[in-house]
């Protein structure tokens, strides 16, 4: 997918972007033309392309429509397994993170609404895709740890690889920076894992490729 996974998406500078595409809440019209279905939960090319509108120019270079498919099939699988796990989200929730989407991405409400308007989307179909967002966050916080065991060999071995006794940094002052990079290495890893198996386990059938 061209590092355009749930995990790249949440961390993007232009996040409030990515969320104006793919905000389906897994329902609409039958009439709609259906790219996949996700355990039975149907997504549609309107959504598919409603993505992929969202991204950069730059962006569109190197990820195609049907990446911008895969990614809604992950993220849908991720949401059905925080339903599944009983996974809730709060209003204030939900209401902190929208917050913080705008004030990461220089908006204003009535500014995010306007870009909104013009996707023929609304403020409510928005937040639904925030709190679909902070679910998923959610479960992959309560499926992989936050912390790991991290051998002291490890923490050398990268102090003497890297240039820090060049610089004139001790092993000491070095630690725990080298410690935070090894577990948010280990934590990306185990959470890739974890959705990989849940795709892997998922009944997806692609019913046409965007092209």
């Given at each position: 997918?061209?590092?355009?996974?749930?995990?790249?998406?949440?961390?993007?500078?232009?996040?409030?972007?990515?969320?104006?595409?793919?905000?389906?809440?897994?329902?609409?019209?039958?009439?709609?033309?259906?790219?996949?279905?996700?355990?039975?939960?149907?997504?549609?090319?309107?959504?598919?392309?409603?993505?992929?509108?969202?991204?950069?120019?730059?962006?569109?270079?190197?990820?195609?429509?049907?990446?911008?498919?895969?990614?809604?099939?992950?993220?849908?699988?991720?949401?059905?397994?925080?339903?599944?796990?009983?996974?809730t989200v709060s209003e204030k929730e939900v209401e902190d993170e929208y917050e913080f989407l705008l004030l990461v991405s220089n908006l204003t409400g009535p500014g995010l609404e306007l870009q909104l308007r013009a996707r023929n989307s609304s403020l409510e179909k928005f937040k639904a895709t925030v709190k679909k967002q902070v679910m998923i966050g959610?479960?992959?916080?309560?499926?992989?740890?936050?912390?790991?065991?991290?051998?002291?060999?490890?923490?050398?071995?990268?102090?003497?690889?890297?240039?820090?006794?060049?610089?004139?940094?001790?092993?000491?002052?070095?630690?725990?920076?080298?410690?935070?990079?090894?577990?948010?290495?280990?934590?990306?890893?185990?959470?890739?894992?974890?959705?990989?198996?849940?795709?892997?386990?998922?009944?997806?059938?692609?019913?046409?490729?965007?092209?």
């Open positions: 997918m061209k590092a355009y996974g749930f995990l790249a998406v949440a961390i993007a500078a232009t996040v409030v972007a990515a969320f104006l595409g793919g905000c389906s809440n897994g329902t609409g019209s039958s009439s709609r033309e259906v790219a996949a279905l996700v355990n039975g939960e149907r997504i549609y090319f309107d959504d598919v392309n409603e993505e992929y509108a969202s991204l950069s120019t730059e962006q569109q270079e190197s990820i195609t429509r049907a990446d911008a498919l895969s990614f809604l099939i992950e993220r849908e699988i991720l949401a059905q397994e925080a339903k599944r796990q009983g996974v959610k479960l992959l916080d309560k499926a992989v740890p936050r912390q790991f065991i991290i051998k002291h060999d490890d923490v050398e071995r990268i102090y003497n690889a890297s240039n820090y006794a060049s610089l004139g940094i001790t092993f000491e002052h070095a630690e725990k920076a080298i410690v935070d990079l090894i577990t948010g290495q280990r934590q990306a890893s185990e959470r890739a894992a974890y959705i990989e198996r849940l795709k892997g386990e998922a009944d997806v059938l692609i019913v046409a490729v965007p092209g």
